[in-house]
């Protein structure tokens, strides 16, 4: 008997998938029965991604595509439609934050963090939607993040693009529940990536947030992805709309 959190049968594109957190999400994905399509900019390591992928059984395709730019992302969205038939989940995970204080923050590295964190989402969820209309429904999980939750010192843009994706899934979640498109996210808090250590070491203020953490310690890539696919598979069949924090605690002191 299948189990409600299996992804057996489904379709996946994942954005973001060449490395850490992306990564993770597609190989926990495939493990979980899902095909995929995984993209990021840098072919390379993008293949790399891949490979490791097929190593679990699964189809996978790498397309490297820039998700700031509707006409790749369009692209994108027809590959994966071409090489599978059908596309049930998208999971937007390509993000990435730049910290420094306001004052020195630049408009141009405003925008550039606007277009990723929050922007992009918009791009890749239009462009896939028709083709989950089309076929009777599918679902978007978006990787948001408690800088979208609380104040956001030193990642004004970060902060304030993640909030915006939550209002984001809102509203896409009420605009295409008639066409049983499932639209939610989920919002890490700091993550155990590969930098997690040493990173925290530069930024005092994020340390100390981080030293008040419940659980005492970073989430996993791994449990962000089980998470992710708890809201892509049929378990979440009733829920949309939602952001479901993976932060050990972090927003329960907010
Ligand atoms: N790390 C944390 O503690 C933390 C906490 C909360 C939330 N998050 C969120 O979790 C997600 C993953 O973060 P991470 O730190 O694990 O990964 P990351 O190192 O920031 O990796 C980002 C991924 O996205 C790709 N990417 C970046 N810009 C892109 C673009 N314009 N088009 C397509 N792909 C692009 C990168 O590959 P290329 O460079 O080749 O494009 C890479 O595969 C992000 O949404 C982040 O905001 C992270």
């Excluded at 922007?119 to 800088?147: N, W, Y």
Aim: glycine share 10%.
């Amino acid at each position: 008997m299948s189990s409600m959190f299996s992804l057996e049968g489904k379709v996946a594109i994942v954005t973001g998938a060449s490395r850490w957190t992306g990564k993770v999400v597609a190989l926990e994905m495939a493990r979980a029965g899902a095909d995929l399509l995984i993209c990021a900019r840098k072919a390379e390591r993008l293949e790399a991604a891949a490979e490791e992928v097929r190593g679990l059984g699964r189809r996978c395709i790498a397309v490297p595509t820039n998700v700031e730019n509707a006409e790749q992302v369009s692209a994108m969205v027809c590959r994966a439609k071409e090489a599978f038939g059908r596309i049930d989940i998208l999971v937007n995970s390509a993000g990435t934050s730049m910290p420094v204080s306001t004052l020195e923050l630049a408009e141009d590295r405003f925008d550039a963090m606007v277009r990723l964190n929050l922007k992009a989402h918009f791009l890749c969820s239009r462009a896939v939607a028709p083709v989950m209309i089309e076929q009777g429904g599918g679902c978007i999980v978006d990787v948001a993040s408690t800088e979208g939750l609380r104040a956001s010192p030193t990642n004004c843009a970060y902060g304030a693009a993640k909030a915006g994706l939550m209002n984001l899934v809102k509203t896409l979640a009420v605009e295409w529940g008639r066409y049983r498109i499932r639209v939610n996210a989920v919002a890490p808090g700091f993550i155990a990536t590969p930098i997690h250590p040493g990173y925290m070491e530069g930024y005092p203020h994020l340390k100390a947030i981080y030293e008040r953490v419940p659980l005492g310690r970073g989430v996993t890539m791994e449990e962000v992805a089980a998470a992710v696919i708890y809201l892509a598979s049929d378990a979440a069949g009733g829920t949309t709309g939602i952001t479901l924090p993976v932060d050990g605690g972090l927003t329960s002191l907010m």
